[in-house]
Protein backbone atom coordinates (compact mmCIF):
# COMPACT_ATOMS: atom_id res chain seq x y z
CA UNK A 1 0.00 0.00 0.00
CA UNK A 2 1.41 3.61 -0.85
CA UNK A 3 1.79 5.18 2.48
CA UNK A 4 3.49 8.36 1.25
CA UNK A 5 4.03 10.44 -1.34
CA UNK A 6 5.69 13.75 -0.57
CA UNK A 7 8.97 16.21 -1.79
CA UNK A 8 12.18 16.39 -0.48
CA UNK A 9 15.04 18.73 -1.13
CA UNK A 10 17.41 16.33 -3.30
CA UNK A 11 15.36 13.78 -3.70
CA UNK A 12 12.61 15.54 -5.64
CA UNK A 13 8.85 13.61 -5.31
CA UNK A 14 9.28 10.41 -3.21
CA UNK A 15 6.87 7.48 -2.74
CA UNK A 16 7.08 4.94 -0.15
CA UNK A 17 5.84 1.83 -0.42
CA UNK A 18 4.61 -0.30 2.53
CA UNK A 19 4.65 -3.92 1.90
CA UNK A 20 3.90 -4.89 5.65
CA UNK A 21 5.93 -6.72 8.08
CA UNK A 22 8.46 -3.31 8.27
CA UNK A 23 9.24 -3.60 4.70
CA UNK A 24 8.69 -0.81 2.67
CA UNK A 25 10.18 0.20 -1.18
CA UNK A 26 10.96 3.68 -1.32
CA UNK A 27 11.27 5.48 -5.34
CA UNK A 28 12.62 9.38 -5.25
CA UNK A 29 13.56 11.45 -7.87
CA UNK A 30 10.25 10.98 -10.15
CA UNK A 31 9.25 13.50 -12.46
CA UNK A 32 5.58 12.62 -11.78
CA UNK A 33 3.84 10.11 -9.93
CA UNK A 34 1.07 7.73 -11.04
CA UNK A 35 0.20 6.23 -7.58
CA UNK A 36 -2.29 7.76 -4.94
CA UNK A 37 -1.69 7.49 -1.01
CA UNK A 38 -3.83 4.51 0.27
CA UNK A 39 -3.41 2.49 -2.98
CA UNK A 40 -2.37 -0.83 -3.15
CA UNK A 41 0.46 -1.43 -5.72
CA UNK A 42 0.83 -4.47 -7.73
CA UNK A 43 3.73 -6.37 -8.79
CA UNK A 44 4.90 -4.35 -12.41
CA UNK A 45 2.31 -1.14 -11.51
CA UNK A 46 3.82 2.17 -12.34
CA UNK A 47 4.94 4.35 -9.17
CA UNK A 48 5.47 7.19 -11.57
CA UNK A 49 7.87 8.07 -14.44
CA UNK A 50 11.77 8.87 -13.72
CA UNK A 51 13.54 12.13 -13.34
CA UNK A 52 16.62 13.24 -14.44
CA UNK A 53 19.89 14.69 -13.93
CA UNK A 54 23.18 15.40 -15.48
CA UNK A 55 23.70 11.64 -16.01
CA UNK A 56 19.80 10.97 -17.73
CA UNK A 57 17.16 9.00 -16.66
CA UNK A 58 17.24 8.17 -13.15
CA UNK A 59 14.84 6.97 -10.36
CA UNK A 60 16.83 6.84 -6.95
CA UNK A 61 15.09 3.34 -5.06
CA UNK A 62 15.85 1.87 -1.73
CA UNK A 63 14.68 -1.31 0.57
CA UNK A 64 14.34 -0.39 3.96
CA UNK A 65 13.45 -3.16 6.66
CA UNK A 66 12.10 -2.25 10.10
CA UNK A 67 13.44 1.47 9.12
CA UNK A 68 16.87 0.34 7.70
CA UNK A 69 18.11 0.90 4.41
CA UNK A 70 19.51 -2.65 3.10
CA UNK A 71 20.93 -3.67 -0.16
CA UNK A 72 18.19 -3.98 -2.51
CA UNK A 73 20.18 -6.16 -4.99
CA UNK A 74 19.34 -9.47 -3.13
CA UNK A 75 15.73 -8.47 -4.20
CA UNK A 76 16.65 -7.40 -7.26
CA UNK A 77 16.60 -10.27 -10.24
Given at each position: ???TITWLPGFG???IVDH????RTVYANL???AV???AQVLQGARIGTSGSNLDGDLVHFEVWIEGKRINPLIYLR
Amino acid sequence: MVSTITWLPGFGSLVIVDHQNGFRTVYANLAAVAVQRGAQVLQGARIGTSGSNLDGDLVHFEVWIEGKRINPLIYLR
